[in-house]
């Protein structure tokens, strides 16, 4: 979709902004935010944590951002610096000026992050959609990857999504862009990601709410070909939920496995793709204990 992101009114955009500072300011553990400089536009990122290792940076899912890793953050900072970035044409405080319009420049995005934040490498991970754009710069440049970890990844990752599943979300978007209400994405997301926003706070329904009023402008998610999997070298963590709605786990890992096999797959039973959120206790630290297994080798 290439366009320039933007909110649909200077109305919307003060409600989103008025609660997304006020959801900011609730952020567990002390952090700093950076505005940085890409061909696309001002990307904020969140800087957490200490630590001597290899930083992590982490992607969102579909229109989220940066604060959408808050109930994760206080484990996930415990030995390390983190970098949790508002995706360049989604809702959050990161300003779009030129359009992304295909897979090379969302790589070329990450990498510019990468490159004005000084790091030469880090471990990247996404969830949901976010583990799509993990992946689009590992097929391109896993040179800059220490690790690469997709925490169940988005519905049209390996395969194209199945037209249920496509048919759910576009009537989803489309009542919720006319009318959103909490009502709607309560029922919606309850058919998608079972108990993922039980802990969501009245703030926290008025972010996304006011989301909608924002007209995305990244490239939507499509299945990696076989050579772009076979050029994704950096070490490979894919976790699905076994029952998922999004994606076909079995099709996923088997693709996985044919052209990277030295990944390591696991597939939950009994949860789906509210998998980081329902089982944080279980993947959390297995994304860590990964992350320190390919920790690169200090000189």
């Not at 940066?66 to 989604?90: A, C, K, N, Q, S």
Request: a negative charge; proline letters at 7%.
């Amino acid at each position: 979709m290439p366009g320039i992101g933007r909110f649909t009114s200077d109305e919307a955009k003060v409600a989103f902004l008025r609660a997304y500072d006020a959801a900011a300011a609730q952020w567990p553990v002390p952090s700093t935010d950076l505005d940085i400089e890409t061909s696309f536009g001002t990307t904020r990122v969140r800087r957490s944590g200490s630590g001597d290792g290899t930083p992590i940076l982490l992607l969102p899912g579909l229109s989220g951002n940066g604060l959408m890793w808050w109930p994760l953050i206080e484990e996930l900072t415990r030995d390390r610096v983190v970098y949790t970035p508002d995706v360049i044409g989604w809702a959050g405080r990161s300003e779009q000026t030129a359009p992304v319009r295909d897979e090379d420049d969302i790589a070329t995005w990450v990498i510019e992050l990468l490159d004005a934040l000084g790091l030469d490498r880090v471990h990247l991970a996404g969830t949901s959609v976010g583990s799509w754009l993990a992946i689009v710069v590992g097929a391109r440049h896993s040179e800059r990857l220490a690790s690469l970890s997709m925490l169940e990844p988005g519905g049209a990752t390996f395969t194209k999504p199945r037209w249920r599943v496509l048919l759910k979300f576009l009537a989803a978007g489309t009542m919720a862009g006319i009318r959103p209400s909490r009502e709607r994405m309560e029922k919606f997301t309850n058919w998608l990601a079972p108990g993922s926003m039980d802990a969501f706070t009245d703030l926290d329904w008025t972010m996304l709410l006011a989301a909608f009023k924002f007209r995305m402008a990244l490239p939507w998610e499509r299945p990696l070909t076989d050579a772009q999997l076979a050029a994704v070298t950096a070490p490979l963590l894919v976790l699905f939920g076994a029952n998922t709605v999004a994606n076909d786990p079995e099709v996923g890992a088997k693709r996985v496995r044919e052209h990277i096999p030295s990944a390591e797959i696991e597939i939950y039973p009994g949860v789906g793709h509210e998998l980081v959120t329902a089982k944080r206790d279980i993947v959390i630290p297995r994304f860590l204990a990964f992350a320190d297994k390919h920790e690169p080798v200090r000189i």
